[in-house]
Every structure is written in structure tokens, then in C-alpha cells.
């Protein structure tokens, strides 16, 4: 556990917080979920569950009729045939990623792996390429993680860039974790393309991770999914059984109403987040001396800062994306993600889950605190 860095992002998130409930109005680009409630008929879905009395336990794996319907979701939105014994619903996505024994950095070195970075540059929307993943790898390469569309930078891969990246894999025999849980937030006619689809081979060389989280705003029922090899599944399964046991069966009924119900209220949701996208990257351009990287996807903004790194606010020197995003909410009360955190020092990320007046606020009090830096 001594190996594990606190969260960047919990500790600006709780700064805050902190000011908010001291009274300090404070816009928040941090968030991480929808600002949008959870869908009316699936709320209605947990409310029949409860007075049906489905409170008790469901198998570890989670209940059949829903594992049934992520299975129809894999065949009807990413070509994938699954038997449902073959999709583990856990608590939430990053549950599912946790219980495939290797995740992001941190669970990485919790299991006791080494995290190998492969970095994304900008001029390529932040995208590594087949050649960067060849370099990565040594014979002690077990798994790619595979993020697409992506947290934080809203990069989409395309077909061609996906199979490309699938044959390294298949050619060295890597397993990919490839987590797609911002697979409906995508922009201006982008689709996503699941890596497991590229082959039969590729298909049994994935896991394949999703939810009902970011799609259908319901962060806070803690419904992940995965779909597995037959063989991988069953370990799953098993270390599930003794780890958490099942998914909270109430949630799994909302979660069979959400996956088993037309997407008309998704469609909207991601309206609305297409035009904060434009607003907040045509009031990004707008300020001297900042830059964004378009994201195709999910709901989240890379702002470019390092042109003003050497820079002072009130004597204090902004050297990097931590006392850039400090001195910010200090000054003007705006929250921001350290882009450090994801390998991107010379970045903020900017969440636009948030309303348009307040895309609008804060970005004119960030544009205020660039004009004040000497």
C-alpha cells in the first residue's frame, strides 16, 4: 500500500468542496459523472424491485436476465457474441477493471505489477501509435490497457487505428483491458470500435470492460460489467465470490431497465454535452496564451497551459499544472484537474458536465487569471 500515490484529483476535489460549503462560490471543471439525474423508468425499475422484495442476494456474477441483456448489448452495439456466462456484473466499471487483477497505476502496483507508460502527444489527439506500443513491450508484458473513448482526453481511436494496435497485441500475445465506458458519449458522427471485434483471436485475448455509469448517468448505483474469455470469466466469478459478492440487486434491476430500454434520453444527454463541448472550446479560444486539444469523445477538455509555466501569480511562480490549478482556485475559485496526473503537465482537464452558465463563468474568471499572471 506504500506504493500507492493519493489521487490528485480527490485532493483539488476536496479543496473545493471545502470552500463551497464554506460559502465561496466556486466553479467546479472537476467533475467526473453527468450533471444530468438518472433516467425517470429507471428509477421506476428500482422502485418495483424493492416492493417486489428482490433484496436479497443474486449470484456473485449478477442476475441472469441482466447478464442476458449485456450480452444482447454486446451483440447489438460492438458485434461481440458472449454467453452470459461469460459477463461478470460488479460494483461499478472500476470494479470490473480491479477484478481482471490489473488496472490503472495505482491497482497495477497494488497486485503487485509494474505500470508502463506509453505517452500520447497532442499533435496526435494524445493517441499512441502500434510502433509506440512496440517499444513499450519486454517479455515481461502481460496486459494493454485500453482506454477509447478516453478519460481524460476524450481521444477516440478509429477502426483502422484499433486493428492496427491489435495485431501488436496478437502478435506478442498481450491481453487487452479495454475499458469503453464512454462508448455513447462520442461527437460530430465519431464511433468508437471495440479492439475485441477485431479478430476471434483478439476476442480471446480481451476484457472487455463497460457500465451503465457514464451512459445513462447513474454513477452512483455502482453497475460495471465485463465480458471475458469462458476461462477468465469463471476466475472472475470465483474471486468475486469471495471479494464482494454480488452487485447490489436493486442497482442490477435498474441497470436491466436502463440496458433493456430505448435510447431516446441518452440521445439527449449527449446533445447537450456536443453544444457545452463547442461553447467551452469556443470560449477556450478565445483567451490568450491557452489552447485545447478536441476531444471526440466523452465529456472531458485537455486545456493546454505550459505557455505560461515561468509565469507569476501575486509572486508566486506557476511552474507546472499542480500550482497552476492551486493558484487558480485560490484566485478566482475555479476547480481543475492537474494534468500531471495523467502524464500531461503542460494540461488541465476541464470536465464540461456542468451547465453552460457555468462553462461561461468559469471560463471568464480563468481567462481573467491568465491576464493577471506577470
Known amino acids: 500500500m506504500t506504493t500507492i500515490s493519493p489521487s490528485l484529483t480527490l485532493a483539488i476535489t476536496a479543496k473545493s468542496k471545502a470552500m463551497k460549503a464554506a460559502g465561496e462560490p466556486v466553479v467546479s471543471f472537476g467533475a467526473g459523472e453527468p450533471d444530468f439525474n438518472t433516467p425517470q423508468h429507471i428509477i421506476d425499475a428500482a422502485k418495483r424491485a424493492l416492493d417486489a422484495g428482490y433484496t436479497k442476494y443474486t449470484p456473485s456474477s449478477g442476475l441472469l436476465s441482466l447478464r442476458k441483456a449485456v450480452a444482447e448489448k454486446f451483440r447489438r452495439d460492438n458485434g461481440l457474441d458472449y454467453e452470459p456466462s461469460q459477463i461478470i456484473v460488479s460494483n461499478g466499471a472500476k470494479h470490473s477493471i480491479f477484478n481482471a487483477w490489473l488496472t490503472y497505476p495505482e491497482v497495477v502496483k497494488v497486485c ?9 502527444k497532442k499533435e496526435d489527439k494524445f493517441k499512441f501509435t502500434p510502433a509506440d506500443l512496440e517499444r513499450a513491450i519486454t517479455p515481461r508484458t ?3 490497457i485500453f ?58 485475448l480481451t476484457i472487455t470492460v463497460n457500465g451503465v455509469s457514464k451512459t445513462y448517468a447513474m454513477t452512483g448505483w455502482r453497475i460495471g460489467y465485463l465480458a471475458a474469455p469462458a476461462d477468465v470469466a469463471r476466475a472472475i466469478d470465483s474471486f468475486q465470490s469471495h471479494a464482494t459478492s454480488n452487485a447490489c440487486s436493486i442497482a442490477q434491476y435498474a441497470a436491466l431497465e436502463a440496458l433493456s430500454s430505448p435510447e431516446s434520453e441518452v440521445q439527449a444527454m449527449v446533445d447537450v454535452f456536443a453544444r457545452r463541448r463547442e461553447k467551452m472550446l469556443g470560449l477556450i479560444a478565445k483567451i490568450d496564451g491557452l489552447s485545447a486539444v478536441e476531444p471526440d469523445g466523452a465529456f472531458y477538455v485537455m486545456l493546454v497551459v505550459g505557455g505560461l509555466y515561468g509565469k507569476s501569480y501575486k509572486g508566486r511562480k506557476i511552474d507546472g499544472s499542480i500550482a497552476f490549478s492551486d493558484a487558480l482556485l485560490e484566485a478566482e475559485k475555479v476547480a481543475t484537474v492537474p494534468g500531471v496526473s495523467f502524464g500531461a503537465d503542460d494540461c488541465l482537464r476541464l470536465s464540461y458536465s456542468m451547465s453552460e452558465a457555468d462553462i461561461e463563468e468559469g471560463l471568464a474568471r480563468i481567462a481573467r487569471f491568465v491576464s493577471a499572471l506577470g
Open 147 to 204: 482506454n477509447s473513448p478516453s478519460n481524460p482526453t476524450g481521444a477516440v481511436y478509429t477502426e483502422s487505428e484499433v486493428r492496427a494496435i491489435a495485431a501488436v497485441c496478437e502478435k506478442h500475445e498481450i491481453f487487452v483491458l479495454s475499458d469503453e465506458i464512454y462508448e455513447k458519449l462520442c461527437y460530430n458522427g465519431v464511433k468508437p470500435f471495440s479492439i475485441a471485434a477485431c479478430s476471434d483471436k483478439m476476442k480471446d
Open 112 to 120: 503487485g505489477g509494474v505500470p508502463v507508460y506509453i505517452e500520447g
Open 142 to 144: 502481460r496486459m494493454l
